[in-house]
């Protein structure tokens, strides 16, 4: 494809629901990344994937976040009992390369928790 | 924490007039990328500067890099009301993920 794709672009679950969101990233690229952005701030790193393998999941918040990439290409992050703090735009971005590479960002997922 | 602090929190300026955002970081960096943001969505890539590179040049943008006073700016010449967005310059750690600060909100009236 063009660029990243993101879906869905809205989810609204409800506090305690489990959720996936997936992210298609630029075909070639072997670098993803997940980010998270609140209202009024910039986006926070998640976790960074090089092939399938997550080389740095630091920034996921707890246990409950999970994401993986299978094959590679796609990628999945999945949150399990969701609370009303996990409200955010999610955000992924792929790059060519691991090394001080251009990262290229999706339209973000936009996740309510009620 | 986040990093990559830019300055000044919000600006507003005439459509034609230039705009210039500055962003400081802490530590030593590979490379600072300036990115653009519409509406909390979508963030576009604008211009990646390496740490031994001092300025670059795209279009109506300049970006300069001085890493030892630990610092950036984006100079947007001509401004038009397009340009109204949040922009953000991460800084990419010797890693791979980029660290964000919480923009500049700049607003460009015509």
């Known amino acids: 494809g063009a660029g990243v794709s993101q879906t869905p672009s809205n989810k609204v679950t409800e506090k305690g629901k489990y959720v996936e969101l997936r992210c298609d990233p630029i075909?070639?690229?072997?670098?993803l990344y997940w980010y998270r952005q609140s209202l009024g701030q910039g986006p926070e790193f998640l976790i960074y994937?090089?092939?399938?393998?997550?080389?740095?999941d630091s920034g996921l918040p707890n246990d409950r976040f999970f994401a993986v990439r299978p094959e590679g290409s796609v990628s999945t992050l999945k949150i399990q009992r969701t609370e009303r703090g996990d409200s955010a735009v999610y955000l992924c971005?792929?790059?060519?390369?691991?090394?001080?590479?251009?990262?290229?960002f999706g339209p973000g997922t936009r996740l309510l928790v009620l | 924490s986040q990093q990559g602090e830019e300055d000044p929190q919000a600006l507003s300026i005439q459509e034609g007039e230039n705009a210039t955002m500055n962003c400081s970081y802490k530590?030593?960096?590979?490379?600072l990328q300036w990115y653009r943001q519409n509406s909390g969505r979508g963030l576009v890539h604008l211009i990646l500067?390496?740490?031994?590179?001092r300025e670059k040049h795209s279009g109506r943008l300049r970006v300069t890099l001085d890493t030892s006073k630990k610092s950036s700016s984006l100079l947007i010449t001509a401004s038009r009301a397009a340009d109204t967005a949040s922009y953000f310059c991460?800084?990419?750690?010797?890693?791979?993920?980029?660290?964000f600060g919480a923009g500049t909100i700049l607003r460009v009236k015509s």
């Open positions: 971005a792929s790059s060519s390369g691991p090394w001080g590479e251009t990262q290229y």
């Open positions: 075909s070639g690229h072997t670098a």
């Open positions: 994937f090089q092939g399938t393998g997550a080389a740095d």
């Open positions: 530590t030593s960096i590979n490379n």
């Open positions: 500067i390496r740490s031994n590179e």
């Open positions: 991460p800084r990419g750690e010797y890693g791979n993920k980029l660290v």
